[in-house]
């Protein structure tokens, strides 16, 4: 099996994703790490020389190549869940999980380093909160399509026991 960690920019799905991965000693991947190693760039240098069109193919053919990890914890990008047909994709080939939270919460874990998110890194501080609430509606019925959903804020190192097993 593979577990997909999808939700918002900010819901800790590689901060989770590490930390259950080191519990239940499973491998950890992270797609966006997997991509920036691969073009040598950083996110924000991809959308600015390649644009988001290249990186959302680029983030599509990076998550059909986890097919070939078994028994793994995969932390998506925010956007993973929203482009070419990817979710019903994670869907029929793992397991996958939001980390939901408010936009209220969201824009608190966002606010330290968006200069490294490049949706959120123009846009001024006083329209942050509504632009995450608009992107938030836009793509919450494709989160919703998740087999589970844990609220982001009420995590802990335990909260796949129930999915993966307390000792596997
Ligand atoms: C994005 C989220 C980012 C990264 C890129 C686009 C998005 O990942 O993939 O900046 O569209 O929400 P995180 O959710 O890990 O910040």
Wanted: aromatic share 12%.
């Amino acid at each position: 099996m593979r577990i997909y960690l999808i939700g918002f920019m900010g819901s800790g799905k590689s901060h989770w994703g590490r930390r259950w991965a080191a519990t239940h000693e499973w491998p950890f991947y992270d797609l966006d790490d997997m991509i920036t190693s691969s073009e040598r760039l950083s996110v924000t240098d991809i959308f600015e020389q390649r644009g988001e069109e290249y990186f959302r193919m680029r983030e599509t053919l990076t998550l059909r190549r986890t097919l070939g990890i078994n028994r793994a914890i995969i932390a998506c990008g925010g956007g993973t869940p929203c482009f070419h047909g990817n979710m019903e994709w994670m869907n029929e080939q793992g397991f996958t999980i939001y980390l939901s939270a408010t936009p209220a919460y969201l824009l608190q874990q966002v606010m330290a380093d968006r200069s490294q998110r490049p949706l959120l890194k123009n846009v001024n501080e006083a329209e942050l909160l509504y632009f995450i609430q608009q992107k938030l509606a836009e793509r919450e019925p494709f989160y919703q399509q998740a087999k589970l959903k844990l609220h982001a804020d009420g995590l802990s190192a335990n909260s796949l026991d129930s999915v993966i097993g307390p000792e596997n």
